[in-house]
């Protein structure tokens, strides 16, 4: 409804585009809190966003259950997988878990294209279009606020001293498993959501789409904006996601710049766009006619 | 399964797994010196398979000679790969090496897909289709020639690290990154030597991986690099008789999978193996333990 | 430090400017219908670059041909280029930029996913969707603006499997099907009931993967049966190299499959082994014994591209554009919501591919299949096979 109503503003190619935009963010914030806040490196994430989308299309078109209900469960059914990934983080640290999570993601892809329910390769079509681009921002918005406030509480300051030191976290009574494992599954559902969103978005869904090249592409949009900022991991979304429209102009050669991009931005800004930097900070100086102190690269 | 059967499957898992292991120990060797998750490895393995395949399309050589050309080519390859993508990154967040990483190997994926096309191209017949027998089992030519050649380089490399002043430098900077190059150890040559040597044993893999399945594309390091990351996690990441012993382990429970009816859960095989390592043995089969430190 | 800011800086003012340049390209909605705007919707870059780019071959050289012949309703035809680099996500934006860009009709992609992703959109957008390529199951049931223009499976698979029941005698088979293709899981489908009903047993079912290179456990599990030949549904870089194992471990069966196979890498990744392999397909570039529209297709393919022949992707882009050319000519509009009325009495007409027909289910009927055969390295006809 508010959707035709915008289509006569905006033209319905930037409207594809923007929504797309939108999933991704919501899908990144969810990574954000696993690496960027709790410090547990995924290299798995498009996994959940998959458990998500198939478990919302299957809600939807076989179950009858409502749209928003259906969100919900792949939510639900994502954290479940979260918390299952989230328990070997007790053994597994850095860049080991990592690797664990790679291979947890390639397994959910390789179980999607095997399964009868999935649709296996040819895919899953079909899928009701729900989603569009008012509820997706609404959706961005509100996990905007909850991940935001989440940070700022009693919880999210234990998620960064987690990250931060874990051994001195532990000594202060932070029971560290618990932390690590909640912050995959809060971070899984969101992932989930944005599944569902996108599974009701393009109607279509194929298990190529979940693999490992989607996990690195959303680890990419959080480590780019800045790893542990909110701001940055948005901002950092928002460049890349649009990157490959906006490259068009390059032709065959677009994704060949965009992977110039990549190393461009990560030598230039190591810690990313918005890494290190307090906005809030640098907001308040702007204001003040000051100049903003950037920590040295 | 007749034991026969098991054995001819034991012999093909072997020479798929010594391909593996050849890319895996250019993972290994970068791990262990800079903790890098080199990504952009699974890209130099395909190029050095496009190198050898224009050596034998172009100037007519032969197999040795188009293995030599990919692992000549391979080496500055990687060596500008480490100098422009990740020499700028020593200092900087431990993610920031791994997305620069992604971007160069997303680059040349690119690249090549641009110059040669997605489409498989085959490897013209350099090596003749003899079989030998060797009682009930069945071993063709290139399978030898897969084995020894893999053989002959991994034991080069041993003899390298173990025996030169280069490879003592490797070890030490492994072992402590500041403290060799307190010690006078360049650092910056020996990681350039690192990568380069990985990078020519990847080039080799890519040539004998060409020739035994007879195709070379753009993607084909995409999975096998992903593959011969997971061998080389399973050995012991850091450990370069690991990453031998990964990549073979891999290679004969993958056919293995395959023949006992999991043909379609293949790359899940890999990757279900990956994930039981590390949760029984997280520092892999031959890794040392790391200390938690306080 | 300096110095390094001032690079940043430059990349991100680089950045904008790419930014401003696209916004531009995008941004052009409502031109004066002066030309007659058709989407292609395919790969040029990707894993799918080749489907794409020889569909784009086909489409050009028709636009050619109708433009020099005066053009649609007085106005020249003009493709819209658009890449979605073989993703999905990527290919729904496309989709959509076409239509934007006031395609009346978007030229599919040969990919079965990617037309079921497209479809919605056109079908909502009232734009008229024509894969060239499409043959898995469930494509035109989106809505009425939704068409293609390959020979189905359904339709060549009992027509070839009763060919080789009656004619090559086979009784036993094995059926190797490309577990991730999902162009390879339906035509097995369908090639188990053709061969029930033909009464060829099938003793050994095996599974591969699209992007594997190692045949041998599957082979050597093959090995152990007696049969006629292999049923083999996957495509033709697979085919090639399961061909090679299959030889190399002594087996003397030759293989049959789909036009997923028709491509001179079979040969090139199989060599020799490939030799007697069986193609059906509802293309043959066969200079010999072209006649008519084909023969001058295949013609000025060549002259266009240094002598080599077209394949099949390039034949059906060429035949979609003048299907919609057909039809708009028919119903005197090119308003979608007119000529694919136009489209749906499609009867008879004589593409260079041969005939199409629109059935009652808006579904391509094709004559004739073409069941071609391995000889020295070249595609030559075995069989012509008419579908009633």
């Excluded at chain 1, 994704?255 to 906005?279: H, S």
């Excluded at chain 3, 056109?122 to 989106?142: I, K, T």
Aim: charged share 15%; proline share 3%; aromatic share 8%.
């Amino acid at each position: 409804m508010l959707e035709e109503a915008l289509r006569h503003f905006i033209n319905p190619y930037y409207i594809q585009v923007l929504t797309l935009l939108g999933i991704y963010i919501v899908a990144a914030i969810g990574l954000h809190l696993i690496t960027g806040v709790t410090g547990q490196l995924s290299f798995g994430h498009a996994a959940f966003l998959g458990i998500g989308a198939y478990t919302a299309a299957i809600c939807t078109m076989q179950l009858g259950v409502p749209y928003l209900l259906a969100l919900l469960a792949a939510g639900v059914m994502a954290a479940l997988a979260g918390v299952l990934v989230g328990f070997p983080s007790l053994r597994l640290t850095g860049d080991y878990l990592g690797i664990a999570t790679l291979g947890f993601g390639e397994i959910v892809r390789v179980i999607f294209t095997n399964l009868e329910i999935t649709g296996g390769a040819r895919g899953l079509a079909g899928i009701p279009r729900k989603t569009d681009i008012v509820i997706v921002y609404l959706a961005v918005v509100l996990t905007i606020w909850a991940v935001y406030r989440l940070q700022k509480s009693r919880y999210g300051r234990a998620l960064a001293a987690v990250r931060e030191d874990e051994i001195a976290a532990e000594c202060m009574g932070v029971n560290s498993l618990w932390y690590k494992v909640s912050a995959f599954a809060i971070g899984s559902f969101i992932a989930g959501v944005a599944g569902g969103l996108y599974a009701h978005f393009l109607q279509y869904l194929n298990p190529v789409d979940f693999g490992f090249a989607r996990s690195f592409e959303i680890l990419t949009f959080v480590v780019l904006g800045g790893l542990g900022s909110l701001p940055g991991v948005i901002l950092g979304t928002t460049v890349l996601g649009l990157a490959p429209e906006i490259l068009r102009f390059g032709a065959v050669y677009r994704m060949m710049l965009y992977g110039v991009l990549m190393v461009l931005v990560m030598i230039f800004r190591p810690q990313g766009l918005l890494g290190g930097l307090n906005l809030a900070q640098v907001w308040r100086r702007i204001v003040r006619g000051g100049r903003p102190r950037v920590p040295a690269a | 399964m007749t034991w026969q059967m098991m054995l001819q499957q034991v012999i093909n898992g072997v020479t798929l797994g010594s391909t593996y292991a050849l890319i895996a120990l250019g993972y290994t060797m970068v791990y262990g010196i800079i903790q890098l998750i080199n990504f952009a490895h699974g890209e130099v393995y395909m190029i050095g398979a496009f190198v050898g395949l224009t050596a034998v399309l172009v100037f007519k050589a032969n197999i040795f000679v188009a293995l030599l050309a990919a692992m000549v080519v391979c080496i500055p390859l990687a060596v500008s790969i480490e100098r422009v993508a990740y020499r700028p990154l020593r200092r900087a967040p431990r993610l920031a090496p791994i997305i620069s990483a992604i971007g160069v190997s997303i680059f040349l994926q690119t690249l090549m897909l641009i110059i040669k096309g997605p489409q498989p191209v085959g490897f013209p017949p350099v090596v003749a289709n003899t079989l030998y027998y060797i009682g009930p089992v069945r071993i063709s030519l290139v399978q030898i020639i897969i084995l020894v050649t893999a053989s002959v380089l991994m034991l080069g490399l041993q003899l390298i690290v173990k025996r030169t002043r280069i490879g003592k430098a490797m070890r030490a900077t492994s072992e402590d990154y500041d403290t060799a190059s307190l010690m006078g150890i360049n650092v910056n040559r020996v990681i350039s030597f690192t990568f380069g040597l990985g990078a020519a044993l990847a080039g080799a893999g890519g040539v004998l991986v060409g020739i035994y399945f007879n195709s070379v594309f753009p993607l084909m390091g995409v999975m096998a690099g992903l593959k011969a990351f997971c061998a080389a996690v399973v050995g012991g990441i850091g450990s370069i008789p690991g990453a031998m012993l990964g990549g073979i382990f891999l290679g004969v429970a993958e056919v293995f999978g395959v023949a006992a009816g999991f043909d379609t859960y293949k790359d899940a095989i890999a990757f279900g193996l990956l994930i039981l390592v590390l949760l029984v043995r997280p520092t892999g089969l031959l890794g040392q333990p790391i200390q938690k430190k306080v | 430090m300096l110095h390094k800011h001032r690079l940043f800086t430059l990349v991100l003012v680089l950045l904008l400017v790419a930014a401003i340049l696209g916004g531009c390209g995008g941004g052009q909605t409502q031109s004066a219908a002066e030309t007659i705007k058709i989407g292609f919707l395919g790969a040029q870059t990707g894993g799918h670059a080749s489907y794409g780019i020889e569909t784009l071959k086909g489409m050009q050289m028709a636009v050619e041909d109708i433009n020099a012949a005066g053009g649609l309703l007085g106005k020249q035809v003009e493709i819209i280029v658009e890449d979605h680099g073989s993703k999905h996500s990527e290919a729904a934006s496309v989709t959509q930029k076409l239509i934007t860009q006031g395609a009346v009709a978007i030229i599919g992609d040969p990919t079965t996913g990617i037309t079921k992703l497209a479809a919605p959109i056109a079908q909502g957008a009232g734009v008229v969707l024509l894969s060239a390529g499409a043959v898995g199951e469930g494509v035109v049931e989106f809505g009425d603006y939704i068409y293609r223009d390959t020979l189905l499976d359904r339709v060549a698979v009992p027509v070839v499997t009763k060919y080789l029941a009656e004619e090559l005698g086979w009784k036993k088979v094995v059926v190797i099907t490309s577990k991730n293709n999902d162009y390879s899981v339906s035509q097995t489908a369908l090639f188990k009931k053709a061969l029930a009903d033909n009464g060829i047993e099938i003793v050994a079912e095996q599974s591969i993967q699209d992007g594997d290179q190692n045949f041998s456990a599957q082979v050597t599990a093959i090995s152990q049966k007696e049969f006629d030949g292999i049923v083999f549904t996957g495509y033709y870089t697979e085919g090639g190299l399961f061909m090679k194992e299959v030889r190399s471990q002594g087996l003397k069966q030759v293989l049959v499959g789909g036009d997923g196979l028709l491509s001179p890498v079979l040969w090139e990744m199989g060599g020799e082994a490939t030799e007697g392999s069986m193609v059906f397909t509802g293309f043959a570039a066969d200079p010999e014994r072209a006649t008519g529209k084909t023969l001058e297709f295949i013609k000025k393919y060549q002259e266009k591209n240094g002598g080599k022949l077209p394949d099949m992707f390039s034949a059906q882009g060429y035949d979609a554009v003048m299907l919609i050319a057909d039809a708009i000519k028919k119903a005197e509009s090119a308003d979608p919501a007119k000529f694919k009325e136009a489209l749906r009495e499609t009867k008879d007409w004589q593409g260079v591919t041969g005939t199409i027909t629109f059935g009652p289910d808006r579904e391509p009927i094709k004559s004739p299949v073409y069941l071609l055969e391995v000889k020295n390295q070249q595609f030559a006809v075995k069989a012509v096979l008419d579908v009633k």
